[in-house]
Nanobody, 117 residues
């Protein structure tokens, strides 16, 4: 049974930091590309950051470059999103996403991040 379980969301003041975690199980995490997406109210889901299987390549949305960092620990089957200098427009539900070696996609249930204006 595949599971992606996000944690670490919450309410944080502008300029603050949060660290999201996504614990994966039920598939070969180390061979999977991992990403974080987010969806704000009334908006489409957008890609925030991605990391390849070997942690060599990362990509970020322009809106989070220099503030967010994605990383993974293959020994713990966990991907992280360190978010610094948070802004009100970062408010969204953040989702963990996996693409396995066989190109199967999985989504987590999401974790809410709220940055009040």
């Amino acid at each position: 049974q595949v599971q992606l379980v996000e944690s670490g969301g919450g309410l944080v003041q502008p300029g603050g930091s949060l660290r999201l975690s996504c614990a994966a199980s039920g598939f070969t995490f180390s061979l999977s590309a991992m990403s974080w997406y987010r969806q704000a109210p009334g908006k489409e889901r957008e890609a925030v950051a991605s990391i390849n299987r070997f942690s060599v390549a990362t990509n970020y949305a322009d809106s989070v470059k220099g503030r967010f960092t994605i990383s993974r620990d293959n020994a713990k089957n966990t991907v992280y999103l360190q978010m610094n200098n948070l802004r009100p427009d970062d408010t969204a539900v953040y989702y963990c996403h996996a693409i396995t070696y066989g190109e199967v996609q999985y989504w987590g249930q999401g974790t809410q991040v709220t940055v009040p204006s």
